[in-house]
């Protein structure tokens, strides 16, 4: 995260198994590109969910994962206006990903956040 960062829109959602390999290649390859090209979209990062298990109170506990959607992206934004503004719906709306990956999408989740900086 840059040190002027403000916001963070979280952007998570599972794809169906026989369009994993597809899915990734049109996010990587066309998706975060095009959104990268969108004033005020500062970076882009891609995740994927792992197991998690934790030590609290003296042992090791595994988190349950359940319901999380196994991939996430986090864009850095300079404002929430970033994601209603009329380059970021040509973006999203660009190459195959509205026809050939997006209806493969479920358990999609959207959050935004303001970056809290301790003075």
Partial sequence: MTATTKFLFFASM????EKEALFNEVYDTE???SLMEVPGVISVQRFTTEPLVLGIAGENKPVSTDGIPKHTAIY????PAVLTSPEWAAAIESGR???EVRPFTKNRRHVLRKVLKGD
């Fill in 14 to 17: 599972d794809v169906e198994p």
């Fill in 31 to 33: 998706h975060v590109p």
């Fill in 76 to 79: 850095e934004i300079e404002s």
């Fill in 97 to 99: 990903w509205p026809e």
